[in-house]
């Protein structure tokens, strides 16, 4: 619990130092929605692909650092019976996060989500996590932001838990999963 508080007074901080930073015509709060694609590739076994969307926002410590949440949920290409829905969180790091023009960062953060059967309680579902490292790219106008962002992610919960991965040959170096965000938020 002290450590908690410790990183949340640690965080605070950090906010309010970068907003008593910022300059007139910043905006450090970003919210929106996007495209959210997740792609599972096993070399010679298979591929899932999930497409969806997610609600995503963004609170920037300065010009190089902000923090960005998403809540998302996609289903099977192939299935629309099976979805996964989930949540991640990533430290961006980069160059002209708040204010207008083009934009580029690296994005560190995790993944939690769950994939199952539509009918099956979110709570019965497997569940995945990890981390994941990103990079992305995009343009700030006035008072939206569109971002573009290709995340890969850690694998051993996709390789260990999905049954098509545990196909006879299949190691864990020959999985591949990858996250990729297409979103379009208010910038305030």
């Known amino acids: 619990m002290r450590k908690a508080a410790i990183i949340g007074l640690a965080g605070s ?7 008593a930073q910022a300059v007139e015509g910043d905006r ?26 997610a609600f995503i926002g963004s609170a920037a410590f300065n010009n190089h650092v902000a923090l960005r949440g998403s809540i998302y949920g996609a289903t099977w290409d192939v299935d629309d019976e099976l979805e996964v829905t989930g949540s991640d969180i990533q430290m961006l790091l980069g160059n002209n996060l708040v204010r207008e023009g083009f934009k580029y960062y690296v ?19 497997e569940e995945f996590s990890g981390a994941q490292l990103g990079v992305g790219f995009g ?21 260990d838990s999905i049954g098509i991965w545990q196909a006879p040959g299949a190691q864990h170096s020959d999985v591949i999963a990858t996250s990729t965000v297409l979103a379009l938020s208010l910038r305030f």
């Open 13 to 19: 901080l950090m906010l309010a130092s970068g907003l």
């Open 107 to 125: 994005a560190l953060g995790v993944f939690n989500e769950r994939i199952g059967p539509a009918s099956v309680d979110a709570d019965d579902r």
């Open 28 to 53: 450090m709060f970003t919210l929106g929605g996007s495209l959210y694609w997740i792609d599972v590739d096993a070399k010679n076994v298979g591929t899932m692909d999930f497409t969806g969307g």
């Open 139 to 159: 343009y700030n106008w006035s008072h939206i932001a569109l971002d573009y962002t290709l995340n890969f992610r850690a694998v051993d919960d996709y390789a």
